[in-house]
């Protein structure tokens, strides 16, 4: 939570309708990296996004 107030704070994340909206490109070093930030604490981004067809990236990336 810490983290995301800290983005917030600097202008890379604004609220708006009760939606977080990303203003900038943030680059992660990894897919759960992105997800503690979304979640605002430690999820598997591995698990945690998806496509439109419900595949995770460990589905389609790591298990190819």
């Known amino acids: 939570l810490q983290r995301q ?13 009760g939606k977080y909206i990303l ?8 897919p759960s ?11 598997n981004g591995w698990l945690v996004w998806k496509n439109s067809e419900n ?3 460990d589905e389609l990336e790591r298990k190819n």
Do not use: R
């Open 5 to 17: 107030n800290n983005y917030i704070d600097g202008g890379a994340i604004i609220e708006k309708n």
């Open 23 to 30: 203003q900038t490109n943030l680059i992660f070093k990894s």
């Open 33 to 43: 990296g992105a997800a503690d930030l979304v979640y605002g604490c430690a999820k």
């Open 55 to 57: 595949k995770t990236i």
